[in-house]
């Protein structure tokens, strides 16, 4: 069965940095944009950035634009994501995704599979 496995979260110091891994299974990675959303504690998941198949086009929230960067390796079906200069309201539980229509959408429904999630505790 297809898996998404997130791993790379943990705690840091607020302007500093984190990178995310999202290593999948059971699908045909390229053939899907991969996405990666967030949601912190009390709030609603949100759309963070998104990578189409062939990795040339990106699409980010404009909370993260400049400081986030999106990547992928499709050689190890895997999706990254760069964080620098985190931010306190960076705190979040962080999901990878997989959507096989390509469309780099920011609309949580459009994807088919979730990974469980790494967390990610930016401390002042």
């Known amino acids: 069965q297809v898996q998404l496995v997130e791993s790379g979260g943990g705690l840091v110091q607020a302007g500093g940095s984190l990178r995310l891994s999202c290593a999948g299974s059971?699908?045909?990675?390229?053939?899907?944009?991969m996405g990666w959303f967030r949601q912190a504690p009390g709030k609603k998941r949100e759309f963070v950035a998104a990578i189409i198949r062939s990795g040339g086009d990106t699409y980010y929230a404009d909370s993260v634009k400049g400081r986030f960067a999106i990547s992928r390796d499709n050689a190890k079906n895997t999706v990254y994501l760069q964080m620098n200069s985190l931010q306190l309201e960076d705190t979040a539980l962080y999901y990878c995704?997989?959507?096989?229509?390509?469309?780099?959408?920011?609309?949580?429904?459009?994807?088919?599979?979730w990974g469980q999630g790494t967390p990610v505790t930016v401390s002042s």
């Open positions: 059971g699908l045909i990675f390229s053939r899907y944009t």
């Open positions: 995704a997989a959507d096989i229509r390509g469309l780099g959408s920011p609309k949580s429904a459009v994807y088919e599979y």
